[in-house]
């Protein structure tokens, strides 16, 4: 069973940066789909990005493209989502999740992990 532990949350400034990372237990093929999702209070998961293991792809929400960015080190079984200019609204629980494609269902991704705050605020 692969387990997910995200890290790097907290408290930043509007107009700061973070790095999440999400560590994997086990070797994820290089195949397999990461998905970074967020959830804000009283809203619904949302996806925020994901790399494609196919092809490398990338694909991120309107709402944070230009801002954030995911990369994968698989030799560390780590994948990063950097943030950068972050705005209040970013405020939420941070997920990571792998899975056989960039779905937008959070459900349907075979490793979840618990997630890590980020909360951005003066």
């Known amino acids: 069973q692969v387990q997910l532990v995200e890290s790097g949350g907290g408290l930043v400034q509007p107009g700061g940066s973070l790095r999440l990372s999400c560590t994997t237990s086990g070797v994820i093929p290089n195949y397999m789909t990461i998905g970074w999702f967020r959830q804000a209070p009283g809203k619904e998961r949302e996806r925020v990005s994901c790399?494609?293991?196919?092809?490398?792809?990338?694909s991120y929400a309107d709402s944070v493209k230009g801002r954030f960015t995911t990369s994968r080190d698989n030799a560390k079984n780590t994948v990063y989502l950097q943030m950068n200019s972050l705005k209040p609204e970013d405020t939420a629980v941070y997920y990571c999740a792998v899975g056989g494609s960039c779905y937008s269902n959070f459900d349907w991704y075979v490793y979840r992990g618990q997630g890590t705050q980020v909360t951005v605020s003066s």
């Open positions: 790399i494609t293991g196919v092809d490398g792809g990338f």
